[in-house]
Structure formats: structure tokens, C-alpha cells
């Protein structure tokens, strides 16, 4: 069945076909005579001057969507300006439930605006802002920023709910954008709303099934400001009087921010708190390699995309800040875009007397369908020094793309070792199919990265079909296959097998997943059956799910089971709750013994504003418990204060208790 399957997937990507195409629209820039007022009350004289737009497609019918969306842009030289109209003929059904600035918008109706200054025709210089119908504001500026609101900058928006809809309004800043230093630019422009109730996105213009970014508008002849308004030299601040284990003791740290040019900024970065940022939790699902966990400290965060050295579905990540750097006692880095096509970046970390950590990354894109970039990393520990170099490049034309990834590590006066991948890509509404070759030398283990497999080569393919459906009892309904064959570059067997996923959500948001795994790790068989059913899978305010599976790993029992719920108990009030298990048999010594895991996380939040919560977590792993609580004032302008009784990242409860002040001017 694996094989047919595999063949199948196969069978589609190399006989579907694509149309051309089409070319962009263009719309040439007005200039506004005097900025609206963004108070979500459309007036007609205010948007006289602007840009209009509408036919909003759906991609998934490739027709104008059934509920109809109108769009007013324009600009002068403070900021940019939008107007969206949305048309709805069941507006007793919207749905707006977050009020935490920059929440997660899920289940909800939004609006959000696309915008990339330097028009590169693609993902990269990118800029995303989205409001719901509470006018709760979540944005992702290009090149990542902090959440400090001085720092990421402010825009305005408004809301208001009409007989037929709703209307939002926009200001975004010239200042709190990165754009080039031209008299005219033609800028990347496109429209994205999204009405839950059934669950339809709709485009302006249209982008496909795929959201292919070369096809998003041209706005023509855009005129930024002369003159930079933006602050260049910035300051963030904080104290952190804590009380621990009967001592008191206080720490305080400084970030410094220089806006080098509108397009490049600098940071430095002394003495930073992280202690207090809560870190993401361990699971205890099995796993073959080491757990990968995202990044959620600042100083990483702010510019992050500058520093994405390698994809995702590569050898490894060549770039691991969230384990390879638990803490520093100063920092600095710059990145940005020297030209619209070339960007740069660099960082360099030092904990005295234990660990120095330096990373450049230069990236240049012919076009939007083509691109090359080369980094360095280097970690110094001890006497130890870890040096690493790569090379990436993508090619892309049409459905298909190629790209690569070529790394190599030396450590100290050793031979140096090599890894990188090779893939083409087949991509289609519908459809998607890679297929890569890598290799991963015996010692390729850079300091700084994370490589979860060595001593490999050989091939794997991932295909998926996928299809949101408009009528009948499913919403969506979509399947994936991952097929392995690696061997040890000793010519053993390491990875040989297939993984299979079946999953489908109906009309009344329930979730199905059912999964098969039937691969040989070191010759092992490991053959695992599981199922996955949510119940309101895309509202976070009552959702709750469940996971299970078993089997065998190298003939020995296998077994792990989840369920997790968030629910909102009442106003403002969340409840969430996670409990793991998993059950492993293994060989010791010719003894078959039996190891247990469990894992229970539960959080309580409550939303007091927009920018003010009380939060705790209590974790318990095994026999171990952790249980803090905090108070968090932040999230808007000014002093920021936040109170925190036990510690965030600890195994076991902390009789601890510190007060954290920021500043930023």
C-alpha cells in the first residue's frame, strides 16, 4: 500500500500541469491632499483621492468571492493609508474574540494588509498587518522586531460593524517601515480577508491557490518621504530586583538600537534578561533525534530574518540560538537590506570566560524566482573554536524549484567535515511533491547548529494533496506520505520506510488525522498506527483534542497518548490544559524493562486590557513540579512592569520572586 501510494503521489506531480502565469496588476499611486481619519466611518471625501480596489477571489474556486470585499489605498509623507469595505450577508455570524495585541487570529474574521516596500516579487521584505473585528492589531514588519511597541513601532487602525459588515481603516508609518531611499518605488500590494463562519480567505489580487507573491499588485510611482522621520538612536532599559533562596539580589541590563540608514539597523545588547521569558516545554512523545524548540528571546528575535541560514526540510538548521546560546553578558549585531535584492547580517555574543559566538549571513536575490546567500558561523568555547561556512542557492520556474545547501564544519586543527542536501521541488493547487538528496558526514556537528541526524546519506521524498472543499460535510481534506531511504556512509542501513497521514475537518470544526508509520531506524522496524481527533479545532476558547498511538519499536512495545483543551471559563478567563504519556519498553542487558513518562502542563490566564494579564503554569514531569504565576503590564507604550512569583523555566517550584521594570525611549 506504501508503494502504490508513493507511486500515486508521484504519478500526480509528474503528469499535473499548470497554466501560465498571468501578469500582475498594476495600480498607479495617489497621493492623499490630506490624511482620513481612521475611525472605521468611511467617508467617501476622505478616500476621493485614493487607489480603489475590489473583486476579491477566492482561491480555492478561483471565482470573485460570494461576500464581496472594496479596498481604498493611497499615501503622503507621514504614512500609508487603507480602507477595507467588507460586504457580508450574515453579519450576526462574525466572529471577533482576541484583545491581546499581536494575539494569534484563529476561527475569527480578520482583514490583513500585505505590503513589501522594496517589491522583490517574493517572501522576503514582506510586511503583514491584520486586525479583527475587536480591532485587535497583530503585525509581522519584515526582518522581525521586538515587542516592545517603541521599538516595533506604532500604526492605527479602527473598526466598525455596518448592517451589511464591517469596515476597517489603517495608518501605517513610513517610519516604522524599511523601504529605499528613491524618489518613486513600486511597491508589493495585496488585500487578504478571512470570514470564519465559512471558513473562506479571499484575495485582492488574486495570488492563487498557492499565494504565489509574484503575483501580487504592482503599486506603481510610490513616493516615501525625503526625509527620515524615524528615531535613530533608541534605548530599552530594565531593572530586575529579585528575591531567591533567601538572597536578594538585583539585575539590569541596557539595549541600544541605531537605525544605520531607513533600510539597515544596528543593536547592542548588554547584560539581557532571560530568566524570565518562559521557554518552551519539553515533550515526552518518542523521539529519534534531539527536540528542536523555537526561539523566543528578543535580542534573537529582533532582525531574525536576517538570520535564517538554512530551510526547513534540509540537513539541519545551521543557526540554533534558542540551545546553542543559553545566556550572554553582551551582544551586538547589524542586518538589513543594502539594496532591494542584497541583504546582510551579522551578530556576535561573549559570555566571559565561557563562551564567544559570531554569525554572517549575506544574501542576494537575482529576481524573485532565483537567489544565492553565504554565511559563517563560529562558536569559541574553552579552547576550543567551532568554524562553519555555507552555501545556499534556489532556482525557480514555473512549478518546479531547485535549491541547495552546502555546509562545512572544522573544529580547531581537525579535518574539516562536510553536509548538504539537493532538492527539486514540484508545486501545484493541490498538489506539492520534493524530492532530496542529502549527506551528513560522521563528525558534521557545528557548535551553533542543530543537525538532528550524522553519518547519513541518501534520499527521501514528501508529497501531499490537499483540498478546502466549499460544499457537502467536509471543510478541508488533505494526506501527505514521507518515504527514506539512508544509509550510514559505513554502508549500514539507517532510515528505510514510510510515514502516512490521513486527515479531514467537517463542517462543525471537528478535526480527523490518522497516521501510519512503518520505518527501520538501524535496522529496526519501527511500525506505529495513530489517530488524532480535535473538537472545535480552530477556536482556542473551547477546544479540546486527543491523540494516541502504538505499536512496536524494534519488537518492543510503544505507546504514547495526549489530550489537551483551552477553554474560556468566563469573560476574559482562559483555562488550558495539556496531559502526555508515553510507555517505551526497552533491552537492558537482555531485560525487558518498562519506562514511563508523563507530562501535565495547566495555565490560567486572565486578560485585564489589551496590554495588562495575569497569568500561571503549573508543569509536572514524572514527580517533579514547577507552578509560577506573573503579572504582565506591557505590550503598549511607556514603562513596562512585570511581577513574577517562582520561576518560568525551573524542574521544580522556586520559592522566588522578582520584580521586572522596563524602560524604552
Known sequence: MVARLGVFFCLLALFSHSLAAPEPTHVPAQRMTKPPVIDGKFDVEEWKDASYATTFIDPVTSKPANDQTESWFGFDDSAIYFAVKCHDRSPERLAGREIQHGAYFSGEDTVTVRVNTFGTRGWNGRSHFTVNLLNTQSEEIAGGRSNKREWRGEWTSAVQKTADGYIVEMQIPWKILNYPAKEKIAMDLSFERFQAYSNVTSRWPDTGQQDRQELTAVWDQVAPPKQDSRQRMQYMIYTAPEYEHGNLNTRSGLDVRYQLTPTMTALASLNPDFKNIEQQVAGVNFSYTERFFDEQRPFFNEGSGFFNLTGGFGFGKMLYTARR????????????????????????????????????????????????????????????????????????????????????????????????????????????????????????????????????????????????????????????????????????????????????????????????????????????????????????????????????????????????GSYRVFKRADLGFSSAVAINDFDDGGSIKRSIDRLNILTLGYEISDTKSVSGRVVTRDHDVNAYIAYRNGGGKGTETYLILGDPNATKTVARMSVKIVWAF
Open 325 to 564: 546560546i543559553s545566556q550572554f553578558d553582551y551582544g551586538a549585531k547589524t542586518y538589513g537590506q543594502i539594496n532591494p535584492k542584497t541583504s546582510i547580517g551579522a551578530f556576535f555574543t561573549e559570555k566571559t570566560g565561557d563562551q564567544t559566538s559570531a554569525v554572517a549571513k549575506i544574501s542576494h536575490d537575482f529576481d524573485s524566482k532565483s537567489g544565492v546567500s553565504a554565511y559563517a558561523t563560529q562558536m569559541v568555547q574553552g579552547s576550543t573554536r567551532d568554524a562553519a561556512f555555507g552555501f545556499n542557492g534556489y532556482y525557480n520556474r514555473g512549478s518546479f524549484e531547485w535549491d541547495t545547501h552546502v555546509a562545512t564544519d572544522k573544529v580547531d586543527d581537525k579535518k574539516p567535515d562536510t553536509a548538504g542536501d539537493v532538492s527539486i521541488n514540484y508545486s501545484v493547487p493541490h498538489i506539492f511533491s520534493m524530492l532530496r538528496y542529502e549527506w551528513v558526514s560522521p563528525d558534521f556537528n557545528p557548535g551553533l547548529a542543530y543537525i538532528p541526524w550524522s553519518n547519513r546519506r541518501g534520499f527521501f521524498n514528501y508529497s501531499e494533496v490537499g483540498w478546502d472543499l466549499r460544499t457537502g460535510p467536509l471543510r478541508d481534506f488533505g494526506a501527505n506520505i514521507y518515504t527514506s531511504n539512508f544509509e550510514t556512509y559505513q554502508s549500514q542501513e539507517q532510515q528505510r520506510g514510510s510515514d502516512i497521514w490521513l486527515g479531514c475537518t467537517f463542517r462543525n470544526d471537528m478535526k480527523l488525522g490518522f497516521n501510519l508509520q512503518g520505518t527501520r531506524y538501524d535496522g529496526q522496524l519501527a511500525d506505529i498506527k495513530g489517530a488524532e481527533l480535535r473538537i472545535n479545532s480552530s477556536n482556542r476558547y473551547k477546544r479540546y483534542g486527543i491523540y494516541t498511538e502504538s505499536g512496536t519499536r524494534g519488537g518492543l512495545k510503544s505507546q504514547y497518548t495526549s489530550v489537551e
